[in-house]
């Protein structure tokens, strides 16, 4: 047996410094905890200070005495490793751990075991936890908004058809698989629409909305026959033209009839609102974005100099303006720039107004792909004579689009996060709605239940968005 | 000249649907204004505009003009925005180091506040610091004193208000050391250059930063006093702080919401930046004999710098774009002051929406230009 030191943890005496270390580390752990749990505190015969610190000091001492290299003990030096490798981390791996400690008790007794739950008036809220029942009765109002009750079904309805068809791509055959873009990108988005259009709404809400979208699938249809050196200008002016027919002289009355099934009431868009408005938005945002902004980010890459210089403004000034006012323009500025006649429901110019702003976005993250792509790929595509449309389509942008799916993500995830913005022009979804319950005069002071339930529910719906794009990218990835 | 039908068509055409877009929404505006009997004009700015702002860092109230609120809600927008950068840099710098440490606690709390704060949408962290967590401070006059003089309350943070005798010496002697400083950091460089001798920089601009402001205290007769805020009561319950300065729970909640929101998207920058250094460059360093501390200084910060700092940028750009949604808990910025009350009594809408976008258009353009001239210099040149 050698002489220790104690200064110098060494191999020799590993069994002793091993249990001398493990006790004094255990001994602050345990101190701390008492005290966090059982709001004890054994130490409290010695001065404030000391009492304070003494934690720390026995368990920095005990980590000292264990943190020997090479021990050969194989979980000790990983632990050394991970959490121990000098003073200085071990002192911050102990404040994190006391940190945790400390805020276990607090936190639990506030989401839990002094919450109520029980009940449907706040008069059950007399504890100091959380008032669950708080949540519990404006559920449907924080899920639906204004929306009636009775007719809350139709929204359930559209979202579980709309999440059964949006699945379908999981569940195709080889054979069909060639057709899941056409579907994702044409038909989901229009189904999609008549469900929103028919069956939430009820009612005109969207009936200039279908002008347009009636317009585009009609001109995509068609296109499909059009020679391929006049699809350029066949999708330049066509689509807009029929646009233009559909409202001028096709009488609009005929589809407002047409948007009402019978025994549906409408329900107009400012009654909607709550989570499901945050989804609607979310998802037309979405769809709408990502189209503009390829065109823009084709258009930026253009030859053409004025088509490029009309995309590089476009970009810049969405990019250079918050959010919040693109949506005051939408809600003041834009209707003066309309005819008299011409009405836009605020929801549909919310979307375009949130669409522009992130397409802007879009455009600039696909740019970035385009130009990642090394220059062999176009002269190759070049070489076997395909044309612009044919070469983009084929070879760069599903190879450009692979490489950016974090980006494209990040935008997305932008927008979901952006959406409770719309209180700007009036429109309450779920934080809005929190907004407005908790100034309620019968439910006054449970504002903090209410931000930290819509908190879980953002971050659910946002980590598991991340997480996804993290798959996708992990399973497109392809060596080059 | 050869000029291809081909290559002029779809330009024509899109200019074309351009000009008639904004030709239809300016006639649509003409139409609708004259109707309305609204003039278009920017001449409202000179106008008394005759409401307060709450929070002003210039003298303001209802008797100054519109362009004078213009100025304050543009003030405070800034204020905001760089109080918020500066601690979203701090923190931001920190966790995204700590997310490199090789401390598994350290790196997985760091992560842990990332995701955490990463996927909150901001207007419900700022909703929440401002109407759940501030409200729980306590009132005016049950405030317990931090540092003897600082009251954290429900009403704001008050803090004590410097006030400075002969400040301009002060600041000269500020200015004269930093001048200093950079004529001594050249020196050291072509002395490095063509001697090979290290001076030690940071030692002597360190001396230089804190002696030169001393001697102006001792010498140039610089004094400093502070105002500390004193508790008054307005009504029987009602109680305010006066004297010192005063923070409205606004900006704390702003500010708080908005760095800790930036920081972790500048962490992931700083991470992205530091992983970014090949091995080779720290292992090439190490085997000419360098230390491990000019390792980190001359090769791995420089080149993570390259890649750190244009999207840290545009964090910042983001930042200041966001610090817009103050205008949710009615702190009086830009969009508050002059998009919402301004538009509001003069009814101008085209003018005041557009001159607010032109505003923050001109901000994030000038901060883009300087970006490209920065990246364009320290761009590496390639054979």
């Keep these: ?480 | 000249m050869n000029f291809k039908l081909k290559d002029i068509v779809p330009q024509l055409i899109t200019v074309l649907a351009v000009v008639l877009v904004f030709g239809f929404f300016t006639y649509n505006a003409q139409v609708n204004m004259e109707n309305r009997g609204i003039d278009f004009g920017y001449g409202f700015l000179s106008q008394e505009s005759s409401f307060d702002v709450q929070f002003s860092l210039i003298e303001y109230d209802g008797s100054h003009s519109y362009f004078r609120a213009y100025l304050v809600g543009l003030l405070n927008t800034i204020l905001v925005s760089v109080i918020g950068i500066i601690f979203a840099t701090i923190l931001g710098v920190i966790v995204g180091i700590a997310r490199l440490s090789p401390n598994y606690l350290i790196n997985q709390f760091a992560a842990f506040y990332v995701e955490f704060f990463r996927n909150i949408p901001l207007l419900l962290q700022i909703f929440f610091w401002y109407f759940a967590a501030l409200r729980a401070l306590p009132l005016p006059q049950d405030a317990e004193p931090m540092f003897g003089v600082t009251y954290l309350t429900i009403k704001g943070l008050f803090v004590p208000a410097f006030i400075w005798q002969n400040f301009n010496i002060f600041f000269y002697s500020l200015v004269a050391a930093i001048i200093a400083i950079i004529v001594i950091k050249t020196h050291a460089k072509k002395v490095q250059e063509t001697q090979g001798k290290q001076i030690p920089v940071l030692l002597i601009s360190l001396g230089l930063i804190l002696i030169l402001p001393l001697l102006s205290f001792l010498i140039g007769g610089v004094r400093l006093s502070f105002e500390v805020p004193v508790l008054k009561q307005l009504a029987t319950t009602s109680f305010i702080y006066e004297g010192g300065v005063s923070l409205p729970p606004e900006l704390i909640a702003l500010t708080l919401s908005l760095s800790l929101y930036t920081a972790t998207f500048i962490a992931e920058c700083v991470r992205a930046g530091i992983q970014g250094v090949g091995k080779g460059q720290k292992e090439a360093a190490a085997s000419i004999g360098l230390t491990p501390n000019q390792v980190l200084k001359l090769v791995v910060m420089p080149q993570a710098l390259r890649i750190i700092i244009p999207p840290t940028t545009n964090q910042y750009l983001n930042l200041t774009k966001n610090s817009s949604l103050a205008a949710a808990i009615a702190y009086p910025d830009l969009v508050l002051v002059f998009a919402g009350t301004a538009l509001m009594q003069t009814g101008k809408a085209i003018e005041i929406v557009s001159i607010t976008m032109f505003t923050y258009l001109t901000l994030s353009v000038s901060i883009s230009i300087l970006m490209n001239w920065y990246n364009k210099k320290i761009a590496i040149t390639e054979k």
């Excluded at chain 1, 037309?284 to 189209?291: A, E």
């Excluded at chain 1, 003041?332 to 005819?339: A, D, E, G, I, N």
Aim: charged share 15%; with cysteine; glycine share 8%.
């Design chain 1, 1 to 480: 047996m050698s002489k220790i030191n104690f200064l110098k943890p060494d191999k020799e005496n590993l069994n002793t410094f091993l249990y001398l270390g493990s006790f004094l580390f255990l001994i602050s752990v345990l101190d701390v905890s008492l005290n966090s749990f059982f709001s004890l505190n054994i130490t409290g015969f010695l001065p404030g200070f000391l009492s304070f610190l003494l934690p720390l000091i026995l368990g920095f001492v005990g980590l000292y005495f264990i943190r020997i290299e090479l021990s050969g003990n194989k979980k000790l030096d990983l632990l050394n490793k991970n959490i121990n490798t000098n003073n200085f981390n071990a002192v911050l791996s102990l404040l994190i751990i006391f940190i945790i400690i400390k805020s276990i008790p607090p936190i639990l007794s506030w989401f839990y075991i002094d919450a109520s739950f029980a009940g449907d008036s706040k008069d059950v809220c007399t504890g100091s936890g959380a008032c669950w029942t708080y949540i519990k009765v404006w559920m449907r109002r924080f899920m639906y908004g204004m929306y009636p009750n009775a007719e809350q079904w139709r929204i359930n309805l559209s979202f579980i058809a709309l999440a059964l068809l949006g699945s379908v791509g999981y569940f195709t055959t080889d054979r069909f698989k060639k057709y899941l873009t056409l579907y994702y990108v044409v038909i989901y988005p229009f189904i999609a629409f008549l469900f929103i259009f028919f069956f939430i709404s009820g009612g005109p809400v969207f009936f200039d909305f279908s002008y347009g979208i009636i317009a585009a699938i009609l001109s995509i249809i068609l296109g499909f026959f059009i020679p391929n050196r006049f699809k350029f200008y066949y999708f330049l002016i066509v689509p807009f033209t029929l646009y233009v027919l559909l409202k001028y002289f096709i009488f609009y009355e005929e589809l407002i009839e047409l948007g009402k099934l019978d025994g549906l009431n409408w329900v107009e868009t400012g009654a909607w609102g709550g989570l499901s408005l945050t989804f609607i938005i979310s998802f037309f945002c979405l769809i709408f974005c990502f189209p503009i902004g390829m065109a823009f980010a084709l258009g930026r890459r253009s030859g053409f100099p004025l088509i490029r210089y009309i995309s590089v403004g476009f970009i810049e000034f969405w990019r250079g303006v918050p959010l919040i006012t693109v949506l005051f323009m939408s809600a003041v500025m834009f209707p003066m720039f309309l005819p008299e006649d011409f009405f836009i429901d605020k929801l549909v110019r919310a979307i375009i107004a949130i669409s522009l702003f992130e397409a802007a976005y879009v455009a600039e993250v696909i740019r970035g792909g385009l130009q990642a792509l090394p220059r062999g790929q176009y002269e190759a595509a070049k070489s076997l004579g395909m044309g612009y449309w044919k070469m983009h389509i084929f070879v760069i942008l599903p190879q450009a689009l692979k490489l950016v799916i974090p980006g494209i993500a990040n935008t997305f995830l932008a927008l979901v996060k952006d959406t409770p913005l719309i209180f700007v022009v009036g429109l309450l979804e779920i934080v809005g709605m929190l907004n407005l319950a908790k100034t309620n005069p019968e439910w006054l002071g449970f504002a903090m239940e209410g931000y930290v339930f819509a908190a879980i529910i953002f971050w659910i719906i946002c980590y598991a968005m991340s997480k996804y794009s993290y798959n996708l990218e992990q399973k497109y990835k392809t060596d080059r």
